[in-house]
């Protein structure tokens, strides 16, 4: 089954073309990568997806029922987490109230004068399993915006997944860190998203070689080819647009 489906989808900016025919199709319990040079259109692709833009034709699916124009938080509601490729935490808040946050509006649990937050133990725990699970235990009572720049990203991706979604979205995750914090990022993904089905974009061929199950590859905002690792590696369209000669 197709967890994720694009059917037709165009968009444009004021004129400006930016998404033509995009037919994608991501699996149930797959790790599916979109690759592409800049301006390819895989952010947008993103957001349309997410329910950020409105695509200017064609439709999204979501395990087979159209949700085309939904509303990011109705999108959240019923299974999706997405992670941004610039930071969107709560930066004043500690790592624990982000993450407490979260679970909250998983769970449906509102704020109000009768009900203080800290005394309800469930919630409390599960927090607590989740900061332990992204190894920042240590950090909980920090500042979101004290973190280091890697912690800082695994706090990220750790939100996208408080509300336990089917299908989650990571743009360039790996963005802007180092060797051994992209290492840590990868295997805190493998963790965090064992047995739920990925979509990500990213820069850094490496993450995408070693995570991907399967690769799209868009350029200028069409897609060239959807394959394996090894039938991208192998494809020459790719090569002559994107790859060249990268050995991965």
């Keep these: 089954m197709n967890m994720l489906e694009t059917k037709g989808l165009y968009h444009d900016f004021?004129?400006?073309k930016v998404l033509f025919d995009i037919n994608l199709q991501v699996k149930?319990?797959?790790?599916?990568a979109v690759i592409?040079?800049?301006?390819a259109g895989?952010?947008?692709?993103?957001?349309?997806i997410t329910g950020t833009y409105k695509p200017s034709k064609g439709k999204v699916f979501f395990k087979g029922k159209e949700i085309t124009g939904l509303k990011p938080c109705d999108?959240?509601?019923?299974?999706?987490?997405r992670s941004f490729q610039i930071t969107s935490t709560f930066n004043r808040l500690t790592a624990f109230?982000?993450?407490?946050?979260a679970i909250l509006s998983k769970r449906g649990v509102r704020f109000n004068l009768l009900r203080k937050v800290d005394k309800i133990e469930e919630?409390?725990?599960e927090t607590e399993e989740v900061l332990k699970r992204i190894n920042l235990i240590g950090e909980r009572n920090f500042p979101a915006g004290a973190l280091s720049?890697?912690?800082?990203r695994a706090l990220e991706i750790s939100l996208a997944m408080a509300t336990d979604p089917e299908l989650v979205l990571l743009d360039e995750f790996a963005a802007g860190m180092s060797r051994d914090e992209t290492h840590n990022a990868v295997a805190l993904i493998r963790k965090l998203t064992e047995g739920k089905t990925v979509v990500i974009i990213e820069h850094d061929m490496d993450v995408v070689f070693s995570l991907a199950d399967r690769i799209t590859v868009l350029h200028y905002g069409r897609i060239l080819a959807t394959g394996t690792p090894d039938e991208i590696r192998r494809n020459q369209e790719v090569k002559d647009a994107y790859l060249g000669d990268l050995e991965v």
């Design 14 to 16: 004021s004129g400006l």
């Design 28 to 32: 149930e319990g797959e790790r599916h």
């Design 36 to 39: 592409g040079p800049n301006g």
């Design 42 to 48: 895989k952010t947008t692709l993103f957001n349309i």
């Design 75 to 81: 999108l959240c509601r019923i299974g999706m987490g």
């Design 97 to 101: 109230q982000n993450i407490r946050l």
């Design 123 to 125: 919630i409390t725990r």
């Design 149 to 152: 720049y890697g912690k800082h």
